[in-house]
């Protein structure tokens, strides 16, 4: 995806620009919504939050920008569209 080496640090680092460029509310939602889940963290980044939330028991994962292995860094790519696609989900008008 637009030359994006499909490790969570890029899509959070591609994100936050998409974002920040006036991507809508997506990300604002989704921070709601691990907020929502976690029952913590409103003074975290969304980025951060998705980790927790994925690896609850293990702080030393919880750093978004870590290196960090390959297979839970795909768990956490996987989490993270899974997220967008529930949100983009909501936000779509009943027929």
């Known amino acids: 995806m637009f030359g994006l080496d499909g490790s ?3 899509y959070v680092a591609f994100f936050r620009g998409y974002a920040k460029g006036g991507g809508g509310d997506l990300f604002v ?5 691990l907020v929502s889940d976690l029952g913590t963290g409103q003074n975290l980044g969304w980025e951060a939050l998705l980790l927790r939330k ?3 028991d293990d702080p030393e994962s919880w750093w978004p920008l870590s290196a960090r292995e390959e297979s839970f860094d795909r768990r956490v790519c996987d989490a993270l569209f899974d997220h967008l ?3 983009q989900g909501d936000a779509q008008p009943e027929a």
Do not use: T
């Open 54 to 56: 994925v690896a609850p």
């Open 8 to 10: 969570y640090k890029m």
């Open 29 to 33: 939602r989704l921070h709601k919504r």
């Open 85 to 87: 696609e529930d949100l």
